[in-house]
């Protein structure tokens, strides 16, 4: 079974639409994030959820909104799609914060390529 | 000065050799350390962690780190064309919520 999955694994699209990506854990982690991989494939965190609570939300801007409707799912809504949307975004699970264990190991799930044109 | 740097490019080593990465760190208070591997396509996995001074190896893997100099590497020994992929260090600071991390260092092993 896939610790993380994501859906879809390919997501081509024009600008100005809308789009989500799903995330489904079954590990039993309490914590969910998602990341951005740009083209330099600089790895950079955007949201992160813990037992379906926003904890971080980095300067992201706000036609990005995710949603945790329970602990093991956490999905990624963009609207209004522009051009440098364009990258790989990865959903990831720990079991716990970052900062409460010395190993707090972060499984990433298979991505999602998302081409805006 | 960026959290987590990895400065060198992409780095070719020869089948059996040792690759050796480097990464340094802005945060002093940074307690837990990460190496992730990323074959091209795929996503990032765990292949090291430390927190302690010094050496720790795990199979072919040693992770160095030196908190003084803030600085925490990788060599990878019999480097194996299976090697080849981006090396990415991570940090995190107990009570902080994120892990940073670096760009990344792409290793090529020649056979």
């Known amino acids: 079974d896939t610790a993380v999955s994501q859906t879809p694994k390919y997501l081509v699209t024009q600008m100005g639409n809308d789009k989500s990506i799903k995330c489904e854990q079954n590990?039993?982690?309490?914590?969910m994030y998602w990341y951005k991989q740009d083209s330099k494939k600089f790895l950079k965190i955007m949201f992160s959820?813990?037992?379906?609570?926003?904890?971080i939300n980095e300067t992201v801007p706000n036609r990005f909104s995710p949603k945790s409707p329970d602990k093991a799912h956490l999905n990624l809504h963009i609207n209004s799609l522009e051009l440098g949307d364009s990258a790989v975004y990865f959903c990831a699970s720990s079991q716990q914060l970052p900062g409460l264990a010395t190993r707090n190991e972060q499984f990433f799930g298979p991505g999602t390529r998302l081409t805006v044109l | 000065q960026k959290e987590v740097e990895q400065n060198s490019g992409p780095l070719s080593v020869p089948e059996g050799a040792i690759a050796s990465l480097n990464c340094t760190y802005s945060?002093?208070?940074?307690?837990?350390f990460f190496w992730y591997r990323q074959y091209s396509g795929k996503s990032p996995e765990l292949i090291m962690f430390i927190y302690s001074n010094g050496d720790k190896e795990d199979g072919r893997f040693t992770a160095q780190l030196n908190k003084a100099s803030q600085y925490v590497s990788l060599l990878i020994r019999d480097s194996q064309p299976s090697d080849s992929a981006t090396y990415l260090c991570a940090v995190i600071r107990y009570g902080n919520n994120r892990l940073a991390f670096g760009k990344g260092n792409q290793v090529v092993v020649i056979p």
């Open positions: 590990l039993g982690h309490d914590t």
């Open positions: 959820y813990n037992n379906k609570e926003l904890i």
């Open positions: 945060d002093r208070g940074s307690q837990s």
